[in-house]
């Protein structure tokens, strides 16, 4: 688990999708099957994490309640 201390003072030029794009397709597929996000597995690695990065922010409350699965 990642804590931030103050988050009122933190600033980070980081994109959600950058993040995303670190992980393999495959990854990104087995997140969004336990999340219960529907995204294509016929895309291109890039625009996974695109559509991944967008359903992530897209719907955050269902996100963290899917968490407490």
Known sequence: MI???DTTAFDSSIRLV???RGATKAE?????DKLDLYVSPNLKKDET???VAQE????PIEILSNLNK
Do not use: T
Request: hydrophobic content about 55%.
């Open 3 to 5: 804590v931030l201390p």
């Open 18 to 20: 950058q993040l995303v």
């Open 28 to 32: 990104m597929l087995k997140v969004c």
């Open 49 to 51: 994490a695109r559509r």
């Open 56 to 59: 992530l922010l897209d719907s």
